[in-house]
């Protein structure tokens, strides 16, 4: 029997997510089954020590469309959603974080994008990028600052002219998706900036949709987290000088 391709896979990643992930999975579901086009979920469990992998194995017979993916050793949440990729057999990918701080509905503004041609379409939470983006609860003043701060540099260094490139919503036209993640050698935070900076030099056409994000006090992301990024946009504009990418797969 031949089996019929999904138009949009959506991937998870999620590590230690036990408090939060049956309400995002639920949202998923409930969204999804009221669509037209046949979807996927895979969510992808990254060595976690919590319940968040048992979770999902009990929901997977009420939500039949979903997968289970268990990574043996954490590398990451850019490792995650490479995996999720590679077994992805949906037109569209798209990944969301586990906290579903961007709803699965900003979907809805990103598929006449991909109708008309678009190779990836990402959501972003600045004005400056999309008209009508904001945060509905907005974060930290220390991470807005320090946000601000490294997105300059961020820009200077590897991706012109997008304010936004953290925010965890994004897609990709299958074809497209196959060129991007194979090819990834960053697997922390800084993961979206290669993403996005390999999409440039590919000159893949690139849409922004304004982003509704909901910030969660329990987000794993800490300061921290906000230096390595720093420190992965420098290699990845090392990697471009170095052309240790393929930008004709």
């Given at each position: 029997m031949t089996e019929i391709k999904?138009?949009?896979?959506?991937?998870i990643p999620a590590y230690n997510e036990q408090s939060r992930i049956e309400r995002t999975l639920r949202r998923l579901d409930e969204y999804l089954r009221a669509q037209a086009y046949l979807y996927e979920i895979l969510v992808v469990v990254d060595n976690a020590t919590d319940k968040t992998a048992d979770i999902v194995r009990n929901l997977e017979p009420s939500i039949?469309?979903?997968r289970l993916i268990w990574r043996d050793v954490n590398f990451g949440k850019g490792g995650s959603v490479v995996r999720g990729m590679a077994e992805a057999k949906g037109e569209?990918?798209?990944f969301s974080d586990a906290d579903n701080s961007t709803d699965i509905s900003h979907f809805e503004k990103m598929k006449p994008l991909f109708d008309n041609g678009y190779d990836a379409v990402i959501t972003s939470r600045h004005p400056w990028d999309a008209a009508g983006a904001g945060q509905a609860i907005s974060q930290p003043w220390y991470k807005r600052i320090m946000g601000m701060a490294g997105n300059l540099f961020i820009q200077i260094v590897a991706v012109h002219g997008i304010w936004d490139t953290q925010n965890g919503f994004k897609a990709f036209r299958e074809s497209a998706?196959?060129?991007?993640?194979?090819?990834?050698?960053?697997?922390g935070w800084g993961f979206d900036i290669e993403i996005l900076a390999l999409a440039r030099v590919m000159r893949l056409r690139i849409?922004?949709?304004?982003a509704h994000w909901m910030n969660d006090e329990e987000s794993h992301?800490?300061?921290i987290n906000y230096l390595g990024v720093l420190w992965e946009t420098v290699l990845v504009r090392w990697n471009l000088i170095r052309r240790k990418y393929n930008l004709r797969s």
């Open positions: 999904p138009y949009l896979s959506i991937i039949p469309c979903m569209i990918c798209l998706a196959k060129r991007i993640f194979p090819q990834l050698t960053i697997y849409g922004v949709v304004p992301v800490k300061l």
